[in-house]
C-alpha cells in the first residue's frame, strides 16, 4: 500500500509530506484549490509523462517521491528482481522533473529508465476516473480479470503449458517437413554429393596440415637436390675416384724401382682416395635421413587439389568440407528415414492437440460459468448506484480454430445503459458519469481479485448526489476494507465514510505575490467541519454541521 507521498515544487505545491493509513482516504476541497495538481504528481512518481511546466514557477526542479509497503509474494516484487533492485524495507519511487522537460527516474535510489518506474507503477497501483483510459477499461486487461475472480490461475497455467508443448511439437514437425521436402527436391544431388564426400573424407584442419608438411618436404627437397649433386660428382660417372686407383696401382709397380720418389705421392694419393670414401659414406647418410620422398610430395599434391576441387563444387571452404558432408548426409538420412520421423511426430503433435483442446474447452467453460457469475455481482451493485436500468454484460466470444496459449476465448467487458438499446464495449457506450460507476461496481466485485494494493477514484461522484453518492460512499468504504483506496471526491456522502480525511486548500504566501496548495490531515473536529462546508457551501451553517454529524454517525453505524 501506499505509505508516504512527498511533494517538492510541483505547480502550486511548494512542500507537502502526507502519510497514508490503510482503507478508505479521501481527498476534498474546493475547486481548483489543486486536487489535480497533487494526482499529476503523484502520477509523475509512477512513471507517469514528465513536462517542464509542473516545476513550479521559480525553481530549477520538482521532486515527487512515493513510499510503498508490499506484502511477500507481491507481483511487483518480481519487476523489482528483473530489474536487478534489491529490496530491505520500503519501495520508494522518486522522479525528478526539470525545468527544461529533463527527467530523472529513481528505485530505491537506484537510476532506472521511466518505462521501468512505470511498468511498476503499474503494479503498484491503478488510477480510475470518468475518463480513465486505462486499467479496467483496457479490453486486453478483461480476460485475466475475469479469470481472476474465478480462481482460475491454475487452469489457465495449464493450458499455457499444454499450448507451448503443442507449439514446439508442431515447429519441430514443421522443420521436418521441411527437411524432407528440401531433401526430395535434390536427391539425386545429395546421394550423388554424399557418395564423393565419403571417398573423399575430409578431415577437420586437414588442409592446414598438408600444407605444411607440402612446404617443409619442398625445403628438404632442394637440400636433397643439392646432396645428390655432390654424390654425383665423388662416386658418379665424373668421380676422380678409378683415375686416382690405377694411378696409385701404377705408381706402386714402380716403387721398387725409385722407392723414394714414388712413396709420398702414393701416400698422398691414398689419403685422398680415403677423404673421398669418407665423404661419399656421409652424402649417403645425409641423403637418407633427409626426410624427402618425392611419391609423399605427390601424394600430397594431389590431396590438396582434390580437396580444393571439392570446395569449389560446393562452395565452401577446404575447413567446412567436413560440416557440408555431414549435412548432405543429414539430408540423405531425413530423405530415407524422414517420413517415419515425420510420422511420429504427426502422432505427437495429434495427442498434444488433444490435451491442449481438452484443457482450453474446460477453462472456456469455466470461463462462461464465470462470466454469468461476475454478471449477476456486477448488476446488483448497479440499482443503488442509479443504473438499475442497466446492464453490465461479460462478453465471452469463443473460436476454437484460434486457440492461443490463453485458450479460445476473446473477453470483452460490455454494458447496456437503457432497456431496449444495442451493448456495446463499455468505454463506448458509458458516459462518463455512468463509467464510472460501471467501474466501481465491478471494482467492488472483483475487490482484490487482480487489483493493484492501491486504488485512486478522481471524482467519480461528479454529477451525483444524495442516496447514489451515499452509494458510491459505502462502496469505497467496503473496497477500502481489503485494498487501500484514495479519492477524490466532492460529494460529503463519500466524504463521511472515509477511514482518513485530507482538506486541499490555497493560501497566499507571505511577502510573495504567489499562493500555494497546502493539504491538511483533519481531525474529528475539522472533519465535521469540512463536511458542513462541501453541504452548505461558502457559509457553514449550524443546520450544516448537524447534517454533517448526522452523516458522520450514519457513516460509522453502517461500519
Known amino acids: 500500500m501506499l505509505a508516504a507521498l512527498s511533494i517538492r515544487d510541483i505547480v502550486l505545491i511548494e512542500r507537502l509530506d502526507l502519510t497514508f493509513q490503510p482503507g478508505l482516504t479521501v481527498l476534498t476541497g474546493e475547486t481548483g484549490a489543486g486536487k489535480s495538481i497533487l494526482l499529476d504528481a503523484f502520477t509523475l512518481a509512477l512513471g507517469g509523462r514528465g513536462d517542464g511546466s509542473l516545476v513550479r514557477q521559480g ?5 515527487v517521491t512515493a513510499e510503498f509497503d508490499l506484502p511477500p509474494g507481491h507481483p511487483a516484487l518480481a519487476s523489482l528482481d528483473e530489474a536487478g533492485i534489491e529490496l530491505d524495507g520500503p519501495l520508494v519511487l522518486r522522479r525528478v522533473q526539470h525545468a527544461d522537460g529533463r527527467t530523472r527516474a529513481f528505485i ?9 518506474l512505470r511498468a511498476l507503477g503499474r503494479r503498484l497501483v491503478e488510477i480510475h476516473g470518468q475518463h480513465d483510459d486505462r486499467a479496467l477499461v483496457d479490453p486486453a486487461s478483461h480476460r485475466a480479470l475475469l479469470d481472476a475472480y474465478e480462481g482460475l490461475g491454475p487452469l489457465v497455467a495449464e493450458v499455457a503449458a499444454r499450448f507451448r508443448t503443442l507449439r514446439a511439437l508442431r515447429q519441430e514437425a514443421g522443420a521436418e517437413r521441411a527437411r524432407l521436402d528440401e531433401a526430395a527436391r535434390e536427391a539425386d544431388y545429395i546421394r550423388h554429393a554424399v557418395e564423393e564426400l565419403k571417398a573423399l573424407s575430409p578431415e577437420p584442419g586437414e588442409e592446414g596440415r598438408l600444407a605444411e608438411r607440402r612446404a617443409e618436404m619442398m625445403r628438404y627437397e632442394k637440400i636433397a637436390t643439392d646432396l645428390s649433386e655432390a654424390q654425383e660428382a665423388i662416386a658418379g660417372h665424373a668421380s676422380p675416384v678409378p683415375g686416382l686407383a690405377a694411378a696409385v696401382r701404377r705408381l706402386e709397380r714402380r716403387a721398387g724401382e725409385a722407392e723414394a720418389m714414388v712413396r709420398p705421392a702414393v701416400e698422398a694419393i691414398d689419403l685422398a682416395l680415403n677423404a673421398i670414401e669418407q665423404a661419399r659414406l656421409h652424402l649417403e647418410a645425409a641423403l637418407a635421413s633427409a626426410d624427402y620422398d618425392p611419391r609423399e610430395l605427390e601424394r600430397i599434391e594431389e590431396r590438396l587439389f582434390a580437396l580444393r576441387a571439392a570446395a569449389r563444387k560446393y562452395m565452401c571452404s577446404v575447413e567446412h568440407l567436413p560440416a557440408v558432408a555431414t549435412r548432405f548426409a543429414d539430408q540423405l538420412d ?3 528415414h524422414g517420413a517415419e520421423r515425420l510420422r511420429e511426430l504427426d502422432v505427437k503433435v495429434a495427442a498434444a492437440e488433444r490435451d491442449y483442446r481438452a484443457e482450453a474447452a474446460i477453462l472456456s467453460a469455466r470461463r462462461h460459468a464465470a462470466a454469468a457469475a461476475l454478471d449477476a455481482a456486477v448488476n446488483a451493485e448497479l440499482g443503488p448506484l442509479k443504473l438499475e436500468r442497466a446492464r453490465f454484460i461479460t462478453d465471452v466470444q469463443t473460436d476454437e480454430a484460434d486457440g492461443q496459449a490463453d485458450g479460445y476465448d476473446r473477453i470483452e ?13 463499455m468505454m463506448k457506450v458509458a458516459s462518463g458519469g455512468e463509467l464510472a460507476r460501471f467501474l ?3 471494482k467492488v466485485v472483483l475487490a ?3 487489483s493493484a494494493p492501491t486504488l485512486v477514484f478522481d471524482e467519480i461522484d461528479t454529477g451525483v448526489g444524495g442516496a447514489v453518492a451515499d452509494a458510491i460512499g459505502a462502496r469505497l468504504a467496503r473496497l477500502g476494507r481489503r485494498v487501500q483506496v484514495v479519492a477524490v471526491t466532492h460529494a460529503p456522502q463519500v466524504a463521511a465514510r472515509a477511514a482518513s480525511h485530507f482538506r486541499i486548500a490555497k493560501e497566499a504566501l507571505p511577502d510573495l505575490d504567489q499562493v500555494a496548495t497546502r493539504v491538511a490531515s483533519l481531525a474529528p473536529e475539522k472533519r465535521r467541519e469540512e463536511i458542513a462546508r462541501m453541504l452548505s457551501g461558502a457559509e457553514v451553517t449550524s443546520e450544516a454541521r448537524a447534517a454533517a454529524e448526522r452523516l458522520l454517525k450514519g457513516a460509522a453505524t453502517a461500519e
Do not use: E, M, Y
Not at 525553481?59 to 521532486?63: D, E, K, L
Open 59 to 63: 525553481a530549477s526542479q520538482g521532486q
Open 108 to 116: 530505491n535510489d537506484q537510476p532506472v529508465g521511466a518505462q521501468t
Open 334 to 336: 531425413a530423405l530415407d
Open 413 to 425: 467487458f460490455w454494458v447496456r445503459t437503457n432497456p431496449g438499446t444495442r451493448p456495446g464495449p
Open 440 to 442: 466501481l461496481a465491478l
Open 448 to 450: 482484490d481479485k487482480g
